[in-house]
């Protein structure tokens, strides 16, 4: 399996990056070379074998429902490119 | 409507609707999810996706997400996992939305829906996203930006997608409600549609009989029931147009307008449908011990359609009181202290979805806004009972004192002389009094005009004020005249 330019684009494109066209080429190559190591992993046979997420395998440490402000709201702000009031304002989404 | 037109093409619809868990604190974070604060307030570095931050789930989301699937008879699973959706917008400070993509928690469920049965694919746990203002909404086109609040960004959600088994606007309509129903039976959710707690999607497509199912158009931003109704029948005008036509409907969005109650394509979403979901990393699956389902289980309240039922069998009540009465927890609640408290069944249905809703109606006041205890209506409906009171007099005069004031029944009626005058001479004199000044009315009467018989009753009424016995004076009038 190997990914053409036109899916590199594409790719890109979700990922809200604005390639080169030499940067294209280098990206076809560097994720050719992943899906490349990927396919040699599938060679194993995993039939029957669960597929594991994580190390760990439970979660039976859940957060209890409890409110706590985390007083860290105007920092945050500060850190907005631009806010008014306290709404963080961006450029006008129609 | 869309089913009352001449209909050519089959509609089928099917439902995605969400519903915001009534959690304290938000799915993957500590920080409030109340409503209506300023923007921001609830606000932390992980609901507002800083670098480094790592959500940790809520445990009573998890307990609501099991009691919801099990309350619409979903098949729970101990062992889901939570994916990301990533796409990019203002409202979605991470990039990405924590969802359940291939391995939702609850799976293969059903909602009756009257006559029918709606079957539910799945239900799976969500954070919902922020909220986007464009700045001043009457200079919307004018306006060179928008403002974010993300109060809303990563308070725990429920999806729940019906299968396609709808097929009509009041089907789509009856069902949402039911399900709105269940899940305030159920304490999940609290139901309020004006502040999105539930919201609902809307797919939709036509065909025709015997041919295969038609391309669907999801319709979004689907809010009231009125909303519904007016999206599906849009809906069904747009694309049986365009079918006539000849044309094809494009698999899409598109974004219902309240005011126009049309619905477009929301075009610069198209390309965000590559989600590119993958097992979220940050989290761990969600594992589940079995005894917790069947504690949720055993904990289940009795839901809607149970106790209508109940209502029909066990008091006798007609079906459709009994719908009435069970739309709404609260009345539910209500009607059942009144009959623990020794009021009769039907007569206590009746007062509350007669001259009790009226009331409510009228002044636009929930039960629990009033003055009125179930204590106070059975105490009332005992006393029409024993005929101390009649039905009119406790319409005319009581009740709404009750509602209002919270009056106690016995001193009302007491201070106000209330009572049916249960002394059969005195009823016997007045009677006798009305016939000795009406000699041409009982002239009438003799030469065989019955019907004149309801003037002398008005008349013993008016000098009683309405506190004679209806039946007693019929009997004596019927006795005297002869």
Redesign the interface.
Known sequence: MSLDREEVI?IA??A?LRLTDEEIDKYSGDLNAILGYVEQLQELDTTGVEPM??A?????E?????????G??AK??ANAP?S??????????? | MATETKQEYNITIGLEVHAQLKTKSKLFCSCSTEFGKEPNANTCPVCMGYPGVLPVLNKQAVAYAITAGLALGCKIDLNSRFDRKQYFYPDLPKGYQISQFDNPICNHGKLSIGNKEVRILRIHMEEDAGKLVHAGAERLHGSDHSLVDLNRASTPLIEIVSEPDINSAEEAVTYVKELRKVLLYTEVCDGNMQEGSLRCDVNISLNKTGQPLGTRAEIKNVNSFRSISRAIEYEYKRQSQILDEGGKIVQETRLFEEGTGKTHSMRSKEEAHDYRYFPEPDLLPVTIEQKQVDDARQGLPELPQQKKTRYIEEFQVNEDTATTITDDLETAHFFEKVLSKGAKANKAANWIIGPIAAYLNENKKSLNETKLSAELLAEMLVLIEKGTISDNIAKNDIINELLENGSPVAKLIEDKGLAQITDTGAIEAIVQEVIDTNPKQVEQFKSGNDKIKGFFVGQVMKKTQGKAPPSLVNQLLGKLLK
């Open positions: 594409k494109k979700l809200n997420i994580g760990i395998n439970h979660n039976k859940l957060r209890e429902d409890k409110a706590v402000d985390s860290l709201q945050m702000l631009d008014e009031g306290t709404a963080i304002k961006v450029p006008q989404m129609s």
